[in-house]
């Protein structure tokens, strides 16, 4: 069988990848073992030394993987570019710090021994990972991970199979043992089956909310430990002492990065009365002055959605919202053009319980809600089953921070749209997800956190009990 990758801005076929055969899974399952045991006793400063390396190969040959990106998911050229370029600071954050995130912590406890918690590494990790930022996601897993001693085997999305072999090229040309990292191009319904293989340690999955039960089911009835990154809702909220020239100019880029297809971009507009009118036309106006084009050309705003499916599941969200009274203020219509175009929508007057209210939009399209004040605005961001990311804007940060703090997420900014960053755990709560992945936080998910206890006097009496 093989897997075909499609340009979305064309319809043309990419590339053509022959699918792993049970046969080859088994084999690289094995080889992913068998090079755990060497990997995790390897020198923590060879693993990082690695990771510097693979820093390398990524910036030496950025524009060939921008423009993959750009082929197989329509990714704009110039945002597959810094896309790239972020997977290498992951790389070096971990090369520079993995070890200091990772030395044995002592802790002060029986004055008779020497305790110690020390951070091991676990095993074969299966990462399912999606095709929206198809390298960032991949890298942001994979650095602590093999700095940490841990092995990679990669699940990636069907439509992004050339990235998938690309990502596993990098490794091997910074010179990590074979099985280090490993892609499997597999269909979904085989995930099961890896997750229940008694060499998979762990599971971490980006992805939506029903993916994400899926994979959380299998490894909880395995006992295996999972990390789910996954949807999001996030709302803009924009007080009446907003910087308005930033918030509204932030407020397009945190909207439309991706082509609109992120899990922490801006996606629900909460706008007190005091400055709705003046925002919604600003807001309007800019997301209409947005180029539309070919993401391969340097001038463009946004390319096309990832896939003719998803793009015609958006539009169905949308109709239905504005069936059921929202009014279009922009956009909403597939574009006439070749590709899975979808312009720049704007929503305002959006119903309770609509699509556009409680779901999801993976694409272009920002719902707009008036509100009266502070306390309304933070009951309506709140108001939503996901928790990944919210951001709120004002000209008094130490309100800013108060509402921050109100917000039911795993990230929350003052005056910034919501990103992710090497530096600082990233994740949500609610159908967000759990665990968290980057900084200290992230390489210390996947390992055994191992009490060490060396009584110091063997002769001397302990009272222990459990």
Not at 67 to 89: F, H, N, S, Y
Request: proline residues 5%; aromatic residues 8%.
């Amino acid at each position: 069988m093989s897997i075909e990758s499609t340009n979305p801005a064309t319809g043309d076929v990419v590339d053509s990848f022959e699918a792993t055969s049970d046969e080859e899974r088994e084999a690289r399952l094995e080889r992913a073992t068998e090079t755990f045991a060497e990997w995790s006793e390897t020198p923590i400063e060879t693993r990082q030394r690695l990771l510097a390396r693979a820093a390398d190969v990524l910036r030496k040959n950025t524009d060939e993987y921008a423009e993959l990106m750009t082929e197989e998911m329509g990714k704009p050229i110039r945002q597959a570019r810094d896309e790239v370029a972020k997977c290498a600071w992951v790389c070096d954050y971990y090369a520079q710090n993995a070890a200091q995130h990772l030395q044995d912590e002592v802790i002060a406890g029986d004055e008779s021994a020497r305790t110690v918690v020390a951070y091991q590494p676990l095993g074969p990790v299966l990462a399912i990972m999606p095709w929206n930022f198809p390298f960032w996601q991949v890298f942001r897993f994979a650095a602590p991970n093999l700095a940490a001693g841990n092995v990679g085997l990669l699940k990636h999305a069907s439509n992004v199979p050339g990235c998938a072999r690309a990502i596993e090229d990098v490794f091997d040309q910074a010179g990590f043992p074979d099985g280090a990292f490993t892609s499997l191009l597999i269909d979904s319904s085989e995930i099961d089956a890896v997750i229940e293989d008694d060499r998979i340690r762990a599971v971490t999955i980006t992805g939506s909310d029903a993916a994400g039960r899926a994979v959380a089911e299998t490894a909880g009835s395995q006992l295996k430990k999972s990390v789910l990154e996954l949807g999001g809702s996030d709302p803009f909220v924009v007080l009446e002492d907003a910087p308005m020239d930033e918030a509204v100019e932030t407020a397009v880029q945190a909207r439309l990065i991706n082509n609109g297809q992120s899990c922490i971009a801006a996606k629900r507009f909460v706008v007190v009365d005091d400055v709705y009118d003046e925002f919604v036309d600003r807001f309007i106006d800019e997301m209409a002055a947005q180029t539309v084009g070919d993401p391969m050309d340097e001038a463009t705003d946004l390319g096309p959605q990832a896939r003719p499916d998803l793009m015609e599941e958006l539009h169905e969200q949308v109709a239905e919202t504005v069936e059921q009274g929202g009014e279009l203020e922009l956009g909403g219509e597939p574009m006439d053009r070749d590709g899975a175009y979808y312009p720049p929508t704007v929503i305002t007057d959006v119903p309770e319980n609509t699509p556009a209210d409680r779901e999801e939009l993976f694409g272009p399209v920002a719902s707009v809600f008036r509100v009266p004040d502070e306390d309304a605005a933070i009951e309506k961001a709140n108001d939503t089953r996901f928790g990944l990311g919210a951001s709120v804007w004002t000209e008094d940060l130490e309100r800013g921070e108060r509402v921050a703090r109100q917000f039911e997420s795993g990230l929350a900014f003052v005056n910034e749209l919501v990103k992710s960053d090497p530096r600082l755990p990233f994740g949500g709560v609610k159908d967000s997800g759990y665990g968290r992945e980057l900084a200290e936080h992230g390489i210390t998910e996947f390992v055994n956190t191992k009490t060490i206890w060396v009584q110091q006097d063997a002769g001397e009496e302990t009272d222990m009990v459990e």
